[in-house]
């Protein structure tokens, strides 16, 4: 078992806090949702949430310069 700095519930929330941001109306309407690291969120795991957000098919990321990730989805369409 890999061990961090950080409890297990640290990831959770940072998952959490990143997934209320994705689902929220404006972002689901827009397709895009802008997403910051919290001081008190490592920044090692911010990466890992990042890798798995981008494992996603029909997701990019976009890094800003000022730190945040524009995160950007399309929704395929159904047959």
């Known amino acids: 078992m890999a061990t961090t700095s950080a409890s ?3 990831y959770q ?3 959490l806090r990143v997934q209320k941001i994705i689902n929220s109306p ?3 309407k827009a397709r895009a949702a802008l997403i910051f690291r ?3 969120e490592p920044e090692s ?3 890992q949430l990042l890798e798995e957000i981008d494992e996603n098919d029909n997701v990019t ?3 800003r310069d000022d730190g945040g990730v524009q995160i950007f989805w399309v929704v395929p369409k159904e047959d």
């Open 26 to 28: 404006t972002a689901q």
């Open 45 to 47: 795991e911010w990466e």
């Open 8 to 10: 297990p519930d640290t």
């Open 61 to 63: 990321l976009a890094y």
């Open 38 to 40: 919290l001081p008190d």
């Open 13 to 15: 929330r940072m998952g």
